[in-house]
């Protein structure tokens, strides 16, 4: 059986590995490399890299912590933070990187997924989606970290994504992401089953209950936390103990 | 030994490169005919999409080349579909090495199969010390239906070839090179071949 996958993700700045409380107050979690050898042996499936840095020097230091990463885990991992275009998609790749995720990026030029996807196939592009929920525009897709709405309903760009060739769906929510409160199964679930490729939940795990119920309320394919893992605040395998304990197939 | 990687520009060259690093063994990276020829064993990563991987192989002459091959040889993923007759994917011919074709998923589930699946009924030396239902992880829309040249299966929902073996070529559909210590035994097993 194909088992539903976890996945810690690290957000990269300047080298190191920082996680924003709803985006704001970063704290420093450790070093990215040391972090991912430690969950590749913990048993985490995968592990997502997002480059917050803005700047081009720092993009020169993250395909270079990308490369650092990939010499040392053997497990896949996504990275990704300001791709625009194919020859940044090219330089993390050929770093050792076996998928890449674009955002805003798809959302100014949504004709960079089926660029990318062309080059180097749907399995690479996963399409990162933020949403927000208010009471007005209902789930809306939200760019630049978050910041600025679009006029996107987020399971119309979700198909639309997918269309055009996306491998697969990150979508987080701006209202659960650090609330820990749960995932944010009611926009998951309506584009898990709007879509026919794979959709990672992220925003609000804060326990192992909430990662059951992404899989089975909102049918997520694959689940996403951070602090929650870097604080050592719940370990990948009592998590995939406890998923398996449900019913869950994962891998132990 | 003399082991080489076949460098075509449609590969996840670089992981497997590391892979093999860990299991501290060097790897000569070539797109050469000769080079190729001459190796002890070869490798043959691949990922993206098979038409634009098999116009980068005819672009090297390698499409020539490696049918010809006697050594041992390991297709991976993409890799693996190149060897066939034919795909699917962009209706394309490949190398026409084994005489099979290579189809879309046509499921109710996800695709691409993406993610941890379980190796069954292993039937080769390529899995030695590797247990029946042990992970691999998998990244595809296109597959190999079982055939007289698989050697280990996996289901989604219906079982596809997870490996081949045909005379000196071997092939994995998944990635040996990032599935943990199970990928890791497979990739020293093809280099005690």
Redesign the interface.
């Known amino acids: ?5 976890i996945i810690p993700c690290l957000d990269i700045k300047n080298g190191r590995t920082v996680k924003g409380v709803q985006f704001e107050n970063i704290r420093d979690a450790g070093d990215p490399v040391e972090l991912a050898k430690w969950y ?1 042996a913990e048993g985490a ?2 592990l997502v890299f997002l480059d917050i840095t803005a700047t081009n020097e720092g993009r020169k230091t993250f395909a270079e912590l990308v ?1 650092d990463i ?2 040392h885990i ?3 991992f996504t990275v990704g933070g300001g791709i625009s275009s194919v020859a940044d998609v090219e330089v993390l ?4 990187a ?2 890449v995720s674009v955002n805003s990026s798809a959302i100014k030029n949504p004709d960079l997924v089926s660029e990318l996807a ?7 592009v996963t399409v990162a989606i933020d949403t927000k929920y208010t009471p007005e525009a209902g789930w809306k897709v939200y760019t630049r970290a978050g910041t600025v709405e679009t006029e996107h309903a987020t399971v119309d760009w979700a198909k639309q994504v997918t269309a055009l060739g996306a ?2 769906i990150l979508l987080t929510s701006m209202n659960n992401d650090g609330t820990k409160a749960g995932f944010a199964l009611d926009i998951t679930g309506q584009v898990a089953k709007a879509v ?4 990672i939940a992220s925003g609000g795990a804060g326990s192992m209950e909430h990662f059951l119920d992404a899989f089975t309320k909102a049918h997520a ?2 689940a996403l936390a951070a602090s929650l893992f870097h604080f050592r605040e719940l370990g990948v395998p009592a998590l995939k103990t406890y998923l398996k304990e449900q019913g869950i197939d994962v ?1 132990l | 030994m003399n082991l080489v990687i076949v460098d075509y520009k449609a590969g ?1 060259v ?2 497997v490169l ?2 093999l ?2 299991l501290g063994v060097q790897a000569t990276l070539s797109s050469d005919f000769e080079t190729i020829k001459a190796a002890d064993k070869v490798i043959f990563p691949g ?3 098979a038409s ?1 991987a098999m116009a980068q192989l005819r672009a090297r002459n390698l499409h020539k080349l490696l049918p010809t091959l006697q050594q041992p040889f390991f297709g991976v993923c ?1 890799g693996m579909q190149l060897l066939c007759q034919h795909s699917e994917e962009g209706d394309t011919d490949m190398l026409g090495i084994i005489p099979l074709q290579v189809k879309r998923f046509q499921t109710d ?10 190796l069954e009924n292993q039937q080769s030396p390529l899995f030695s010390g590797i247990n029946e239902k042990d ?1 691999v ?5 296109f597959y190999v239906p079982l055939s007289e040249y698989t050697i280990a299966q996996t ?2 929902p219906e079982p596809f070839s997870a490996a081949l073996q045909y005379k000196n070529f071997y092939a994995a559909q998944f ?1 040996p ?5 199970a ?2 035994q497979i990739l020293k097993n093809f280099l005690a071949l």
């Not at chain 2, 996800?110 to 699946?117: D, E, F, S, T, Y």
């Open positions: 059986m194909l088992t539903k996958r590749a499936d995968e490369r990939a010499r053997d497990i896949p790749l050929h770093a050792g076996d998928k062309r080059h180097f196939g749907s399995q690479c491998g697969e026919t490729v794979p959709v394919d694959a891998r | 996840n670089q992981s590391f892979a690093e860990r990922v993206g999409e634009s993409l589930l996800k695709v691409p199969h993406m993610g941890w699946n379980q992970y992880y998998y990244v595809h829309s289901s989604y990635h090179e990032k599935s943990g210590p990928g890791s």
